[in-house]
């Protein structure tokens, strides 16, 4: 039977940056990218430095490699870094399996943990077009991938709005990316494009379905026995909507009818790029928040961009001693994921 450790430990190996033979440092805040497997014809190693390359590794992760870990090292393959070679080493816990790459030296005799980061995707750029609440020249973007059917997206909204915008005023601007998980969210899609329908005419109206939306998100799913009642009642809710935004009404019901949602999925691919599976997930002038995060550390990191922007932030109001005191065991964050409702 394998341990709850080990089958963690996968997990752990796959965010954490490590060097070899020097101290361990934080994972990075973006995402890790490992080189693909070399498929060429590589230079066994021997027996001798197999043994000795499990003992270093082993002895190294101590504190986070059980026993019932299985190590498999691979073939030496020529790497772009001088005097080194490539090494694939698949670490195994029962049915899970990480592949994880070192460098080793010419003499066998330096391992070097390998991490490629690809900082090419940046949540900060494809966002013209989308709707924005705030000012639009805000130096402070908080790009938010949402999902209008997500029960923390719900309540990360009602965090943001009207909480943060009316703290940060014109010192900020909002912007929602669309990340509906249909696999467990029926109407997410729907609701989308229905969203989307209303942006093509109206910025205003947008923001105000998705306000409605994300507060009656019970409402609008009643018991779940049908998914023709949800999309109905999201088209109407549309319908009202963009009634009191004077938008054309046949354009509006021709894109709701159509319900194209290329531009949807698109822009689930754009998060796919970016490392994002939960919703909701934020980017705060880049930097990645997962989760309905407390407003409290949000409010840290809007900051931080401010001052890094050279905007001042607005003062906090004093917190009592009730306030002040020390905090209980800290609760993660709430995300729905891909595999989870």
Partial sequence: MVSKSALVFAALLLSSAVSFLQSQSPAPAASAATPAATTAPGQAISPELDRRLQNTIRSYYSDSLPPEVALNIGDRHASEIPGFDMLHVVFSAGDKHKTNDFLLSKDGNTLVRWMKIDVTPDPMTHLEGRPIRGNKDAKVTIVSFDDFECPYCSKMHQTLFPELAKIYGDRVRFI?????????????????????????????????FADLVHSEQKKIDGDRSSKTKSTDALDRSAGEVGNKYFVNASRLQECIKKQDASAVLASVAEGDKLGVSATPTLFVNGMRMEGAVPIDF??????????????????????SAAEKAPPGPKKPAGTTTKNQP
Avoid: F, M, T
């Fill in 298 to 319: 949000l409010r840290d990191q809007i900051d931080s961009a401010l001052r890094s922007a050279g905007v001042q932030p607005p003062p906090r109001e004093e917190k």
């Fill in 176 to 208: 929602y990316k669309d990340y509906p998980l249909d696999q467990i969210h029926p109407w997410a899609i729907h609701a989308a494009v229905d969203a989307n329908c209303l942006a093509a005419q109206n910025n205003d109206a947008y923001w105000e």
